[in-house]
């Protein structure tokens, strides 16, 4: 959660159970500082126990604030794992007990939480009026790191919605009090986070621009995580361009400032990301190899915001390997894993591969299962791609067409190197 540094007092919870054999002592502020570090480094399984037995004990002292402390915290980590059902539960009886106590800067904070669990849900008016909430409360409190808190969050919202224009303008007012108060990781953070605007919209310059002012802050600050994020986001855009030995050399200065931190979640990603590099080159077994090794540390660490994708992706390789029955088994896998999350585009790749691993044995329902996908999107990265594989089927012209003018509108926008491929592959067909 990273918002603020623990404060020495209240280390030690006392219990003095009755019938016991006298008093009882947990280092509460010690093993939640542990927490903190087991959460950057992505050991969520651990924190989470650790978490569980803080509440056990706060609950037992009855102490309001640490039972609400433990319970945001246990949430942070269930949230993080995918549990978003008994995060935000968790989230919810934190903000009513710091209200109880009247103790509203920590109510704001259990309030952004449940934001963060709409958002992940995809429910952007129920996150925008958590985040509202929050600002309204740092505002009052005159909390101006939460108040750039909250403008990020809200700017993120827009930014998924599409609303490109008034998430730069939040970000910029989220900027703008990180920089007056000299908050150096909260503005790094923002501004990683309008680097990740840019590169929705295919700005691709001005996003590296931002990640390179996001890697420079935490160098400042020794912030070797933000700096792990910030080079694994070069390189992912180095990737969608084409420069693979650029993306290659980011990716092993992140694969190595993420093993000295034993940074397992960061180490996961940059498996993939090296899995999706060798995808691109053709490369199918070393591709093989890297996803097999991130998926390992994704079940490990149960990251099912990743592991889905991480599946589909193996799944795909399997396929152009012409290993049906593989393929048919790891794409099963990720569908449901997509689903349990809600990972809608995810399930919609699934889908496609399911269509395609359909066409082998009955081509008329796989041509009718992309009509029918076709008919129920409207993402023009997802048209093109229905477009493209029904040409493949059918031979049409017009979905031939058609693919190659949205390709072509895409690849103005955003110059993907998998759009530029699909057009000269498209174009070559007579």
């Given at each position: 959660?990273?918002?603020?540094?623990?404060?020495?007092?209240?280390l030690?919870l006392?219990?003095?159970?009755?019938?016991?054999?006298?008093?009882k002592?947990?280092?509460?502020g010690?093993?939640?500082?542990k927490?903190?570090?087991l959460?950057?480094?992505g050991?969520?399984?651990?924190?989470?126990?650790?978490?569980?037995?803080?509440?056990?004990?706060?609950?037992?002292?009855?102490?309001?604030?640490?039972?609400?402390?433990?319970?945001?915290?246990?949430?942070?980590?269930?949230?993080?794992?995918?549990?978003?059902?008994?995060?935000?539960?968790?989230?919810?009886?934190?903000?009513?007990?710091?209200?109880?106590?009247?103790?509203?800067?920590e109510?704001?904070?259990?309030?952004?939480?449940?934001?963060?669990?709409?958002?992940?849900?995809?429910?952007?008016?129920?996150?925008?009026?958590?985040?509202?909430?929050?600002?309204?409360?740092?505002?009052?409190?005159?909390?101006?790191?939460?108040?750039?808190?909250?403008?990020?969050?809200?700017?993120?919202?827009?930014?998924?919605?599409?609303?490109?224009?008034?998430?730069?303008e939040?970000?910029?007012?989220a900027?703008?009090?990180?920089?007056?108060?000299?908050?150096?990781?909260?503005?790094?953070?923002?501004?990683?986070?309008?680097?990740?605007?840019?590169?929705?919209?295919?700005?691709?310059?001005?996003?590296?621009?931002?990640?390179?002012?996001?890697?420079?802050?935490a160098?400042?600050?020794?912030?070797?995580?933000q700096?792990?994020?910030?080079?694994?986001?070069?390189?992912?855009?180095?990737?969608m361009?084409?420069?693979?030995?650029l993306?290659?050399?980011?990716?092993?200065?992140?694969?190595?400032?993420?093993?000295?931190?034993?940074?397992?979640?960061?180490?996961?990603?940059?498996?993939?990301?090296?899995?999706?590099?060798?995808?691109?080159?053709?490369?199918?077994?070393?591709?093989?190899?890297?996803?097999?090794?991130?998926?390992?540390?994704?079940?490990?660490?149960?990251?099912?915001?990743?592991l889905?994708?991480?599946?589909?992706?193996?799944?795909?390789?399997?396929?152009?390997?012409?290993?049906?029955?593989?393929?048919?088994?790891?794409?099963?896998?990720?569908?449901?894993?997509?689903?349990?999350?809600?990972?809608d585009?995810?399930?919609?790749?699934?889908?496609?591969?399911?269509?395609?691993?359909?066409?082998l044995?009955?081509?008329?329902?796989?041509?009718?299962?992309?009509?029918?996908?076709?008919?129920?999107?409207?993402?023009?990265?997802?048209?093109?791609?229905?477009?493209?594989?029904?040409?493949?089927?059918?031979?049409?012209?017009?979905n031939?067409?058609?693919?190659?003018?949205?390709?072509?509108?895409?690849?103005?926008?955003?110059?993907?190197?998998?759009?530029?491929?699909?057009i000269?592959e498209?174009?070559?067909?007579?």
């Open positions: 959660m990273h918002k603020r540094l623990y404060k020495l007092q209240n030690w006392e219990v003095n159970e009755e019938g016991g054999p006298g008093r002592y947990y280092p509460y010690v093993y939640l500082r927490v903190e570090i959460e950057l480094i050991q969520w399984q651990e924190a989470e126990e650790i978490c569980r037995c803080g509440l056990k004990w706060a609950e037992k002292t009855n102490q309001k604030a640490k039972i609400a402390e433990s319970q945001n915290w246990l949430g942070w980590m269930l949230h993080q794992r995918g549990a978003n059902a008994q995060a935000f539960l968790l989230f919810k009886s934190a903000s009513e007990i710091y209200e109880s106590i009247n103790d509203r800067q109510a704001g904070w259990a309030i952004s939480y449940m934001g963060c669990v709409y958002y992940r849900q995809g429910d952007y008016q129920k996150a925008i009026d958590c985040y509202n909430k929050k600002l309204e409360i740092a505002e009052e409190l005159n909390d101006r790191k939460g108040i750039a808190s909250a403008l990020n969050n809200i700017a993120n919202i827009y930014g998924e919605q599409g609303d490109h224009v008034k998430s730069m939040f970000y910029q007012r900027m703008e009090i990180a920089e007056n108060i000299g908050d150096k990781r909260v503005g790094g953070v923002i501004s990683g986070n309008i680097g990740a605007a840019h590169w929705d919209q295919g700005e691709y310059q001005k996003a590296i621009e931002r990640f390179q002012r996001q890697a420079d802050l160098s400042e600050l020794e912030d070797k995580w700096i792990s994020s910030a080079i694994g986001n070069m390189a992912g855009i180095y990737l361009q084409g420069d693979y030995e993306a290659n050399e980011y990716l092993g200065q992140k694969f190595k400032i993420d093993g000295e931190l034993g940074y397992k979640r960061g180490i996961s990603i940059t498996l993939s990301y090296m899995g999706a590099l060798y995808k691109l080159k053709k490369d199918c077994l070393k591709a093989e190899d890297y996803y097999k090794q991130a998926i390992a540390i994704a079940r490990e660490l149960q990251l099912r915001y990743y889905g994708g991480y599946l589909f992706e193996l799944a795909d390789i399997y396929f152009e390997m012409n290993r049906i029955d593989d393929t048919i088994a790891i794409n099963s896998e990720a569908v449901e894993m997509a689903k349990e999350i809600g990972d585009h995810t399930i919609f790749s699934c889908q496609k591969l399911a269509a395609k691993i359909l066409a044995t009955d081509r008329p329902a796989a041509v009718k299962k992309f009509t029918e996908m076709l008919q129920q999107t409207t993402e023009e990265t997802q048209i093109a791609g229905l477009h493209y594989e029904l040409f493949k089927l059918t031979g049409a012209n017009q031939k067409t058609n693919a190659i003018d949205m390709y072509k509108n895409l690849y103005r926008k955003t110059p993907n190197i998998q759009y530029k491929e699909r000269e498209l174009e070559q067909v007579e």
